[in-house]
């Protein structure tokens, strides 16, 4: 690697580390960019994967106190996410990246629609909810749900992953019904199941470019916690807006691909 490269990766990782704590979508900036520097696309998806791990950890680790008050539930959901991403990787070395390439931009719209629409939702999710829970003594169906949800993305995020947070994050916000940064926490530790577990799967089949790997994992991790100090101070419209907008981007970004 040239030392531009090398500060091209550090900038374009730190970029992407701060965007995947805060509202996702950085490895729509990390795989083109390596690509760019000349790694094979295999190499590329490997190298990316592995490299961002480090910085869904951070970004979980920063927003670790809106987890609190969720964590019996988002600790049943690491399983299915990283029983998806072992699924995904698989499936990601019998077919080729464009079957799911194809759904990106829908995937990403729905998931604007559904921030934008996420108050709403989740007001009349919970009122659903209490309502049933008074007749069944609690809420089993609901978590069962969010967990087969899961792990279906899990199974997107292992196999093409570009938009998969921002999509966990619209999932989150309107099932957890507690506000757009309680739901980035959550998000942020289910991408790091998703992405490690992929990511052991691909370093067992395909070796990464460990130097690439390394800094980009360095960058990802500075910049998460970066995004998420200042991200988690965001008010939640300005949040609600700018996630609305990285979905928007990144899906005319995948049509225009």
Request: hydrophobic share 55%; proline share 4%; aromatic share 6%.
């Amino acid at each position: 690697m040239t030392p531009l490269q090398t500060v091209l990766v550090l900038a374009v990782g730190f970029t992407a580390g701060a965007m995947n704590a805060v509202v996702g979508a950085g490895t729509l900036l990390t795989f083109p960019t390596l690509l760019a520097i000349g790694l094979p696309p295999v190499t590329a998806n490997v190298t990316n994967t592995l490299g961002l791990v480090p910085g869904s950890l951070a970004g979980a680790y920063g927003y670790r106190r809106e987890l609190v008050e969720q964590r019996a539930l988002v600790r049943r959901l690491v399983l299915p996410a990283a029983a998806g991403g072992l699924v995904g990787a698989g499936l990601l070395l019998v077919l080729p990246a464009r079957v799911f390439e194809a759904i990106v931009p829908v995937l990403l719209l729905l998931a604007a629609g559904l921030v934008a629409l996420q108050p709403r939702l989740a007001r009349r999710l919970a009122t659903r909810k209490a309502a049933r829970d008074v007749v069944t003594g609690g809420g089993a169906r609901e978590h069962s749900l969010v967990m087969g949800i899961v792990f279906v993305g899990g199974i997107y995020g292992g196999y093409f992953g570009a938009g998969f947070s921002v999509l966990m994050l619209a999932l989150f916000g309107v099932v957890l019904g507690s506000g757009l940064q309680a739901a980035n926490g959550a998000k942020n530790l289910v991408a790091a199941a998703t992405n490690l577990t992929a990511a052991v799967v691909f370093v067992a089949v395909a070796s990464p470019n460990w130097l690439v790997s390394g800094l980009l994992a360095v960058s990802s991790a500075s910049g998460a916690l970066v995004g998420s100090r200042y991200g988690r101070n965001l008010p939640e419209g300005a949040l609600r807006l700018a996630i609305i907008v990285v979905a928007v981007v990144a899906a005319l970004h995948q049509w225009l691909a």
